[in-house]
T-cell receptor
């Protein structure tokens, strides 16, 4: 009965590889997000997507690309992985905007990526 | 510049005591939210306070918001060992130029409850 799920939970790979992380939400939410949490636990938004609009944080390298096959899924593709990409990646979803403000976000369990 | 700075970075108290964490932010906001993260897990939403609210309660949690000082506090009363976790404040500052439309998180306060 998981609300937001991610796979895989752990991902260990070599530098230069291409990998994907999948995210699914069964909450019927309109908006999904990807966040990156670094080794110091700092969380930073990477993308937000609401099936009409993709908003990209300008600091995210274009090696990262979100892909949404449908409203309940937002997958993260990473090309040419680098050592600095090692982090925990969290998917999240929210209902969207209510009266102009973002509402509660529901987070997945995270994917721990280690690039060797 | 970073939005949402929690203070202190780490806090260790005895079970049963109250724990207070503070958060400061820099821009105007629509709302401020507090999340908890247990070690190795995802974030769990605790409470949301809107910019026109000053105080909110949820069980043993009490959140205050002072928009004139751009600060918020989270009080956990009668702490329990299970409250041990990292606590993050997150701000909804609307669409920010060049930034993705997500919440802006602080670095968190790591709370340890000693049994």
């Amino acid at each position: 009965d998981t609300a937001v799920s991610q796979t895989p939970k752990y991902l260990v790979t070599q530098m230069g590889n291409d990998k994907s992380i999948k995210c699914e939400q069964n909450l019927g939410h309109d908006t999904m997000y990807w966040y990156k949490q670094d080794s110091k636990k700092f969380l930073k938004i990477m993308f937000s997507y609401n099936n009409k609009e993709l908003i990209i944080n300008e600091t995210v390298p274009n090696r990262f690309s979100p892909k949404s096959p449908d409203k309940a899924h937002l997958n993260l593709h990473i090309n040419s992985l680098e050592l600095g990409d090692s982090a925990v990646y969290f998917c999240a979803s929210s209902q969207g905007r209510l009266a102009g403000s973002k509402e509660t976000q529901y987070f997945g369990p995270g994917t721990r990526l280690l690039v060797l | 510049s970073q939005q949402g700075e929690e203070d202190p970075q780490a806090l260790s108290i005895q079970e049963g005591e109250n724990a207070t964490m503070n958060c400061s932010y820099k821009t105007s906001i629509n709302n401020l939210q507090w999340y908890r993260q247990n070690s190795g897990r995802g974030l769990v939403h605790l409470i949301l306070i809107r910019s026109n609210e000053r105080e909110k309660h949820s069980g043993r949690l009490r959140v205050t918001l002072d928009t004139s000082k751009k600060s918020s506090s989270l009080l956990i009363t009668a702490s329990r060992a299970a409250d041990t976790a990292s606590y993050f404040c997150a701000t909804d500052d609307g669409y920010s130029g060049g930034g993705a439309d997500g919440l802006t998180f602080g670095k968190g306060t790591h709370l340890i409850i000693q049994p």
